[in-house]
Structures are given as C-alpha cells and as structure tokens.
C-alpha cells in the first residue's frame, strides 16, 4: 500500500522559503504521477505541480511559476517541493499525491484523478 507523508511545512513571513518533503514509502507502479496539491481555508484543493510520469515532464499552476519547483530523489523515495517568494496567498494545506497512471498536461490538476493522498502539511505565509 502506498504510504505518502509530508513534512517542512511552518509559519513563513512573505517573501521567505520553505522546503516541503514526502516520504513515499509501498510505491510498486511502474510508471506513476506525482503531485502536490494545496487547500487553503473556503477553497477547493488546487493543483500545484506534477510530474506526469516517472521519465515526463513536470507541470507547474501558473501562480507557481518561477517561485516552486518539484523535485525527487528515487534513492530516498523521496518528493520534495522547494518554494520561494511566498506570499500570503500560498497558505494552505499542502498534500503530496501519488496515482498509478501518468497525467499529461490537460487532466494533472485534477484532484479527484489521484488516489493516493498524504495526510497534508500546513503552510502558514505571514505579511
């Protein structure tokens, strides 16, 4: 059974960074998309990033670009999100996901797509 757990979030003034981390642990796909997904209070979870499949290319939220970028490191089975020049606006819940299929660049933000689901780190941007 694949295992998601996040960490690295906190309370960050605006313009700061901060690192989020998951640990992937019971992954057996061949091929697989990773993500990590946020939700603030009253909004609906919003896709962040994705890397579509193990060798694919990675898809960024337009909010994102240029400031969070997606990483991984399979010797650690580990997914990392750097972010950099938060804002409030960046608070939020913050989900690694993980789905058994690769996601292009039309359907990676949809949410009900994956199912695997870390249990979310909260990210907290002050001004």
């Known amino acids: 059974e694949v295992q998601l757990v996040e960490s690295g979030g906190g309370l960050v003034q605006a313009g700061g960074s901060l690192r989020l981390s998951c640990e992937v642990s019971?992954?057996?796909?061949?091929?697989?998309?990773v993500a990590w997904f946020r939700q603030a209070p009253g909004r609906e979870r919003e896709g962040v990033v994705c890397?579509?499949?193990?060798?694919?290319?990675?898809y960024y939220a337009d909010f994102v670009l240029g400031r969070f970028t997606l990483s991984m490191d399979n010797s650690k089975n580990m997914v990392y999100l750097q972010m950099n020049n938060l804002t409030p606006e960046d608070t939020a819940v913050y989900y690694c996901?993980?789905?058994?299929?690769?996601?292009?660049?039309?359907?990676?933000?949809?949410?009900?797509?994956?199912?695997?689901w870390g249990q979310g780190t909260q990210v907290t941007v002050s001004s």
């Open positions: 890397m579509g499949s193990t060798d694919g290319p990675t």
């Open positions: 996901v993980l789905d058994g299929f690769s996601r292009n660049g039309y359907d990676w933000d949809d949410a009900d797509q994956y199912d695997h």
């Open positions: 019971g992954n057996s796909y061949h091929d697989y998309a």
